[in-house]
């Protein structure tokens, strides 16, 4: 499991509780790649359009959208730029489809560029009024109206919030996202074109074996123990209330649920502690 360290990105929620959280890989894109200005958007919002439709390359990039999902990232995440000029404020949402595919989550991201070096603690602060920074998060319906981005040379897919607004939160989902089941050898970290496919999306894991825990608590699962292993990430674990050790190696868990998120090289995000289930 690769141990790449740098510090240009941390959870706000892991900061203000005291929990911890690995940084950002610097050899990877940033989990926000959002342009960071705050200028307004102009134009027609194409308003007939899914998370499906978005991910399936059925809207033009740079198309300003409408889109409704449930919040599925339980806290806001928020990471610097490289040069630790830019905020980016990051959550995530799927549809409540009862069929559900690797191509239901997006990010939802906006940016804001300070004149002077900023932290996260400075970020937060500034982006206090931003409505991305107002959200119930996890289980609630949001409207979402911004451009949607895509990258053609990371595959990155986003909707970006001018000024970080142009959300409307419509209270909790009457019903929740349905993750996907998939093997654990469909999303091997470092495996960049699977996870560019199911970026965003809400996963599970069924009847997998623990391997290979490091100082980070993050850990690695798979169907026998030993090869074709996903990896699994603990910031939004230790970002919650109270401490998060990840179950020992050789534990079997009846499942594991998270989003699949590009970071890293490929990693699963369990959203809380019950997105871990022990045999």
Request: charged share 20%; net charge neutral.
């Amino acid at each position: 499991m690769h141990m790449h360290r740098s510090i240009q990105a941390c959870l706000w929620a892991a900061l203000l509780l005291g929990g911890g959280c690995r940084d950002m890989d610097t050899k990877q894109p940033d989990q926000a790649t959002g342009p960071a200005d705050m200028s307004s958007d102009d134009g027609a919002v194409q308003s007939n359009v899914t998370i499906r439709d978005l991910n399936q390359g059925k809207v033009p990039d740079a198309t300003k959208v409408k889109v409704t999902g449930v919040v599925t990232s339980p806290i806001l995440w928020i990471n610097l730029s490289s040069d630790k000029l830019t905020c980016y404020y990051n959550v995530f949402i799927a549809m409540a489809d009862p069929a559900p595919t690797l191509q239901d989550g997006i990010r939802v991201n906006a940016s804001l560029k300070g004149m002077a070096a900023m932290t996260i603690t400075t970020c937060k602060d500034a982006g206090k009024d931003f409505d991305i920074a107002k959200l119930a998060m996890s289980g609630h319906t949001i409207e979402v109206t911004g451009r949607f981005e895509s990258n053609k040379t990371s595959g990155d897919r986003q909707v970006y919030l001018t000024g970080g607004n142009g959300i409307v939160d419509k209270g909790a989902a009457m019903t929740l996202p349905v993750p996907v089941v998939v093997e654990a050898k469909a999303l091997m970290n470092g495996d960049s074109m699977s996870f560019k496919d199911a970026q965003n999306a809400l996963v599970v894991f069924q009847n997998v074996k623990v391997s290979d825990v490091n100082m980070y608590q993050e850990f690695m699962v798979s169907t026998d123990g030993a090869t074709n292993k996903a990896t699994i990430s603990a910031n939004f674990l230790k970002a919650q209330p109270g401490s998060f050790m990840a179950p020992a190696a050789g534990t079997t868990l009846k499942s594991l649920t998270g989003l699949a998120l590009t970071d890293f090289k490929g990693e699963i995000w369990p959203r809380t502690k019950d997105d871990i289930v022990a045999q």
